[in-house]
């Protein structure tokens, strides 16, 4: 079946450091892939995706690479903000589930400190 | 617009009673999921409803059902609550069946606990 594993957390970092989240992913066929973000006391909340093999998403300054070589989406961003502190979630929806369900990754929490 | 609204917000059940947990979406969303999160295991499936009048069992379905009661309302129902249930709960929707086209909107949760 589809799995997702992430780098465990937390991740603690300063203000304006470099952010990378690894994720990488088992799935049959080409899934497509996202990074999922939920802050302190709310659900999640969609931060980009890439549908195919070497696409790009980006949003807020954070960008993902969908690698097939690698079976990887890993998470950057140039410059972390305090108020990037949450829990950052990889996904990937396949054509087994019709594209109709996502399987998550167990999350990885960001910590910033001033 | 207030998206989706999970209620009740906090629970606290002892083992064997039941309840239901409700949720609604004000988007005209076609699709409801509920998800379970437990530390250490990221969110899981219980159920979905890919359209009104359909429902389809996820990764962990034993001990819940489900309802779509309309296309605005999905319900969690636990008929005998188990310790092993305790858990962040969240409905979630989205605008049409294929997640790559339509991302989901989450609910804040319901924090159940069984004693």
């Known amino acids: 079946g589809d799995s997702v594993t992430q780098m465990e957390g937390p991740v603690t970092l300063s203000e304006e450091a470099f952010l990378t989240i690894n994720c990488t992913y088992t799935?049959?066929?080409?899934?497509?892939l996202f990074w999922y973000v939920q802050y302190p006391g709310e659900g999640l909340q969609l931060l980009l995706k890439?549908?195919?093999?070497?696409d790009k998403g980006s949003n807020k300054g954070f960008e993902a690479t969908y690698r097939k070589e690698t079976t990887s989406f890993h998470l950057e961003k140039g410059s972390v903000q305090v108020s990037d502190s949450a829990v950052y979630f990889c996904?990937?929806?396949?054509?087994?589930?019709?594209?109709?369900?996502?399987?998550f990754g167990k999350g990885t929490m960001l910590l910033v400190s001033p | 617009n207030a998206g989706v609204t999970q209620t009740p917000k906090f629970q606290v059940l002892k083992t064997g009673q039941s309840m239901t947990l409700q949720c609604a979406q004000d988007?005209?969303?076609?699709?409801m999921y509920w998800y379970r999160q437990d530390p250490g295991m990221g969110l899981r499936l219980i159920y979905y409803?890919?359209?009104?009048?359909?429902?389809d069992k996820g990764e962990v379905p034993n001990g819940y059902n489900v309802s779509r009661l309309n296309k605005r309302e999905f319900s969690l129902r636990l008929e005998s609550a188990a310790p092993s249930q305790t858990s962040v709960y969240f409905c979630?929707?989205?605008?049409?069946?294929?997640?790559?086209?339509?991302?989901?909107?989450f609910g804040n949760g319901t924090r159940l606990t069984v004693t």
């Open positions: 890439a549908t195919k093999a070497d």
């Open positions: 988007m005209n969303h076609n699709s």
């Open positions: 979630a929707s989205s605008e049409f069946r294929s997640v790559m086209n339509s991302p989901l909107h």
């Open positions: 409803s890919a359209s009104e009048g359909t429902t």
């Open positions: 799935a049959t066929g080409y899934p497509s």
């Open positions: 996904a990937l929806s396949d054509r087994e589930s019709g594209y109709s369900t996502l399987t």
